[in-house]
């Protein structure tokens, strides 16, 4: 082998290596505050995860009881659970109160769907608001942070047991809503808008031709078309809450004007909340 020959298969090799590195996955630690950490883990134990970052050699450690769950580079995944808990009674054991907090669960309320102009709300279009969000977070639990969703029939049961509905929601303090709902995290939306009409006229004029005795009759007829487009002015408010501490919050106008437009912003804000992963 010649030395150029033998320079260039040098070459191939430090660029394949250099590529195989740079492509190399990490290891994603999930924090239950909502936090992504892209890593090499190097050791795991009951009580702590040792870890390095990228292009590091130190070692850091994390207590096991932070993280939520593990994505290994390989493709695995674990889930680190927490004790339920029984809530504190001490200063008022009278009032209903759920037997115990679900860790990590949470719970979508009804959606008040409200129309600005002359406050009229929509039970049917808070109904199917709410299981709109529901669905999207199931639809993307895979991204969702170790969090489970706590079925709608519980939600809109125990609320309702407690007297609670889409036109009083917004009235029921946070720390309240979790205690009756036994969960530590919720979502709390809301849609207001205003309908109005757009209407467009196009006319366009017709002639007919006819001879008659040698002579050339035209008749000329109009014709006007109205056309009305309804048009959907939406704000969406979006808020999400850990333990009573309001994590993330947002309010946005959907791009578009139409009748479902409402859905693809509550879409966007969703997925850059803090327990959505990519």
């Not at 430090?14 to 996955?25: G, I, Y």
């Not at 070692?59 to 096991?64: L, N």
């Not at 706590?150 to 609320?159: A, C, E, H, I, Y």
């Not at 530590?184 to 809301?190: E, G, L, S, W």
Request: hydrophobic residues 35%; aromatic residues 8%; charged residues 20%.
């Amino acid at each position: 082998m010649t030395l150029k020959k033998a320079l260039t298969v040098l070459m191939l090799i430090l660029l394949s290596a250099s590529a195989f590195s740079q492509a190399k996955k990490l290891d994603k630690i999930i924090t239950k505050d909502y936090q992504v950490i892209e890593c090499t883990i190097s050791k795991i134990s009951d009580k702590t995860v040792d870890y390095s970052m990228p292009n590091e050699t130190m070692t850091i450690e994390i207590a096991v009881s932070k993280i939520a769950r593990i994505d290994f580079a390989s493709g695995r995944s674990q889930t680190f659970a927490q004790a339920e808990s029984v809530p504190s009674q001490a200063n008022n054991t009278s009032v209903n109160q759920a037997a115990t907090f679900k860790q990590n669960t949470i719970a979508v309320l009804p959606v008040p769907f409200v129309n600005s102009e002359n406050m009229t709300d929509s039970e049917e279009m808070s109904k199917f608001a709410q299981n709109d969000i529901y669905n999207k977070l199931l639809d993307k639990s895979s991204h969702i942070v170790s969090l489970t969703v706590q079925d709608l029939r519980t939600t809109n049961s125990l609320l309702r047991k407690a007297g609670i509905d889409y036109k009083n929601i917004d009235e029921t303090p946070i720390d309240e809503l979790q205690r009756i709902l036994g969960v530590d995290n919720i979502i709390a939306a809301k849609v207001s808008y205003t309908v109005t009409e757009n209407k467009t006229s196009t006319a366009y004029t017709s002639q007919n031709a006819k001879v008659n005795d040698n002579k050339v009759k035209a008749n000329e007829a109009t014709v006007a078309n109205t056309n009305t487009q309804l048009l959907f002015d939406y704000h969406v408010y979006f808020d999400m809450y850990k333990n009573n501490t309001k994590i993330y919050t947002q309010n946005r106008k959907p791009m578009f004007n139409l009748k479902d437009s409402w859905m693809d912003t509550v879409s966007y804000l969703l997925k850059r909340s803090p327990i959505y992963v990519k």
